[in-house]
DNA sequence: ATCGTTGCAAATGTTTTGCATGTCA
DNA sequence: TGACATGCAAAACATTTGCAACGAT
């Protein structure tokens, strides 16, 4: 395997990467292939799981675990650590950084003992617009 | 379907809970059947399942998705809520409560206009024993 | 007898892999 | 020609469900 530029190398890459930025927030490998369906594109599902995992090894897209245990992928704006706040109704995400967060994570995990490696943070909710209508 | 008293009323539910009680953390379904299987139990994989299930609605244990996509169970001293330090290694988890996380997230989401519904954090990294060795 | 529990087998759904084919330098 | 990229079909997973047998009240 070649190592792959920002912008995704192969075909199926590309319509990935597409179809993530159209996406209003995480989409699932299967909706991803069915929406490059949808809009003609030829790409088979193997070659979006391919393209996924490619991208994702590189950093150019997000993966989170749905409760159900699906993976669901997005393109983030922000190439450095930041977390997300999810509207659950119309799938409406902003990206976070918190500075404070991550300083009260490692002073938690000091006070316990613990040397931090790793750490996620997913706030799910409503939007304003969802909320009010 | 009864309401199940928090000892756990089938005997699947009792295994289960046993199990997870020798647990250094988190398990998954599969290793819980196999533990009791190599303890001489005879519990079938679908009555774990099952029994997580409950003990999960209940709120006798807590779930949590591995990247891998597996569901692993723990059971939590605590029933309020509460977040998660795991070790890497061994597999030691601290339960940390923390009311200036929760007072953060509603901030950070009321900035946004956003309304919180759910959150989750998990701080993985080495604990002091084996940060050291 | 009744009703919940059990567990096998089969179904489901996601993700991965084997392999033959296509493509581009 | 050679090294990938592709996609179908099949496999590998975790998990759920149908269903008949079982156990306790």
């Known amino acids: 395997m070649i190592a792959t530029g920002a912008g995704g190398?192969?075909?199926a890459q590309r319509a990935v990467l597409a179809a993530l930025v159209d996406a209003p927030s995480f989409a699932s490998a299967q909706e991803i292939h069915a929406r490059l369906r949808a809009s003609g594109e030829t790409v088979g599902l193997t070659s979006v799981y391919r393209a996924l995992q490619s991208l994702t090894e590189v950093g150019d897209v997000d993966v989170l675990r749905t409760d159900a245990g699906e993976a669901t992928y997005r393109r983030c704006d922000s190439?450095?650590?930041h977390h997300h706040l999810v509207c659950r109704h119309c799938g409406a995400a902003v990206e976070v950084e918190a500075p404070e967060l991550e300083r009260?994570?490692?002073?938690?995990?000091?006070r316990h003992g613990y040397r931090v490696d790793d750490h996620t943070l997913e706030i799910s909710g409503a939007c304003g617009r969802c909320a009010t209508s």
Chains 1, 2 share one sequence.
Request: hydrophobic share 45%; glycine share 0%; proline share 0%.
């Open 9 to 11: 190398v192969t075909r």
């Open 79 to 81: 190439d450095r650590h």
């Open 104 to 110: 009260w994570v490692a002073d938690v995990a000091s």
